[in-house]
């Protein structure tokens, strides 16, 4: 299987992905292009998302990010192409394609070498490769038992988990940063993280390992990643991993001045691939490291990259739109770039419309927000518990057709009550914009929220599903 893998045929059916690779208009290689293509219109917008529900404000893009219906015919012409004539399809076209893809990758995170980009289907199997190549080094005896790890409080849910299952199990010793929410500004969250190397650091351990996030879920807020990542290298800490599943398409993403070991990002959340897709970023360093993939098949030892590109039969049709996409975001203005700062400008004024209406504030200041925003509920919502955040949000589904996740802040000691006479915020709604929101599904949960407001709505009233 390894040897067929380099008659890579000339076909003449692969125009779609080769062509695009000289049309690629991003942070790094924008000064190539010479031919722009026209620029995408209102209504073509609107056709690109005719699939989506009607009816249904979908503030949400945060959570399964969403997919063109021309990037949807492009996947379906490569499942076609699978269909149609599989031998010809794996020995002729499939390599070549994820290359292509990983090469367009590479110069959108401004990576040194295709070799440092693997694709995966998520950011969960990306953490899964870094977290079991750490937790072999346990059971093998390069680390000893009690060497600690360091992660973020508001790690995501998943990743909490694995290293839980992984690190954890494998004698890890691991330390929370507990990280300030509402936050006022990068210092806040550079002081917690210190204190959680200076704690991890106590009794002599070693830190093994960094599980930093380029932006936390919930609550959502940009990490300033290149200080953390920083701040790890001057502490002596061994590997750092960048969990960035929001921030392809969201925040600029640039490897050179990053700096971690590890750093992966889903593309089907705010990069327009179908799901799923996510790279993993392996620092060149580490390519001869000890990592593979979760799913063992033919490529075990010839590198990540190669592993991670045939687990076994399987549908890779989202792995090889990558090109395409690239073509889609160049329709806009300013391709992607254009894009994530129009994102993040909107996001940001529909906030602070929504926290001025219910008289709250957001959740951190508009340069730590991405194209997401957190923005205080009123609290005579009574929103008490994860629970409530729970029901409020299928109520919101159910009885306004809004779609909007909502995060629990337990109030502090004392808080409870008064706090600079305004009542404490203990909810916040986590807004996204994308390309295909409108100003009115923001105005509709502005007006969703006062309602329940006026009827002395409380979350008390709502049952558990
Ligand atoms: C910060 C963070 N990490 C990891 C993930 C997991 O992404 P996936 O479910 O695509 O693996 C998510 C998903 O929302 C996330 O927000």
Not at 318 to 326: A, E, F, M, W
Request: charge should be negative.
């Amino acid at each position: 299987m390894d040897s067929t893998h380099e008659h890579v045929k000339e076909n003449g059916d692969s125009t779609n992905h080769d062509n695009n690779n000289n049309n690629n208009n991003n942070n790094h290689a924008s000064k190539k292009q010479k031919l722009s293509p026209p620029l995408i219109t209102d209504s073509e917008i609107q056709q690109e998302f005719s699939h989506h529900q009607p009816g249904i404000a979908r503030i949400n893009n945060g959570s399964f990010g969403c997919c063109p219906s021309s990037i949807i015919s492009t996947q379906r012409e490569w499942q076609l192409r699978y269909l149609r004539q599989p031998d010809d399809f794996y020995f002729n076209q499939l390599r070549k394609g994820i290359i292509e893809s990983r090469t367009v990758i590479k110069d959108l995170i401004n990576a040194e070498d295709v070799e440092e980009v693997s694709i995966v289907d998520n950011a969960t199997t990306a953490a899964a490769i870094v977290l079991q190549h750490i937790a072999r080094s346990f059971v093998e005896g390069r680390y000893q038992e009690g060497d600690a790890a360091v992660m973020l409080h508001y790690a995501y849910g998943s990743v909490k988990k694995s290293i839980q299952a992984y690190v954890s199990r494998a004698g890890g010793y691991v330390i929370e940063a507990q990280l300030p929410f509402p936050v006022t500004s990068n210092e806040d969250i550079i002081a917690e993280f210190r204190k959680a190397l200076e704690k991890a650091k106590s009794n002599g351990r070693k830190i093994r390992l960094a599980v930093i996030d380029h932006i936390t879920s919930m609550p959502s807020v940009i990490i300033p990643v290149k200080d953390l990542v920083r701040i790890c290298r001057e502490e002596g800490v061994d590997q750092v991993f960048v969990d960035a599943a929001h921030a392809i398409g969201n925040v600029d993403v640039n490897m050179k001045e990053i700096g971690a070991d590890f750093y992966t990002s889903n593309l089907h959340k705010w990069f327009f691939c179908p799901p799923s897709i996510a790279f993993l970023y392996c620092r060149r360093s580490n390519m001869q490291s000890d990592l593979h993939h979760p799913v063992v098949s033919h490529e075990y030892g010839n590198g990540l990259a190669i592993e991670s590109s045939w687990i076994g039969t399987r549908d890779y049709s989202s792995q090889l739109v990558v090109p395409s996409v690239i073509e889609f975001v160049n329709r806009f203005e300013g391709g992607i770039e254009g894009i994530r700062k129009r994102n993040h400008d909107a996001v940001v004024e529909m906030g602070e419309m929504l926290a001025k209406a219910w008289g709250t504030n957001l959740g951190s200041p508009p340069e730590m927000c991405s194209s997401m925003v957190m923005v205080g509920l009123p609290s005579c919502l009574g929103i008490s518990s994860e629970v409530d955040t729970m029901k409020l949000r299928t109520h919101l589904r159910d009885n306004f057709r809004i779609e909007v996740p909502i995060h629990y802040l337990a109030p502090k000691d004392g808080e409870n009550k008064a706090r600079d006479n305004v009542t404490c915020v203990t909810g916040y709604a986590r807004i996204s914009y994308q390309i295909y929101n409108k100003v009115d599904e923001y105005y509709r949960l502005r007006d969703a929220i006062n309602l329940l407001v006026e009827d002395g709505f409380t979350c008390r009233m709502l049952v558990s599903n």
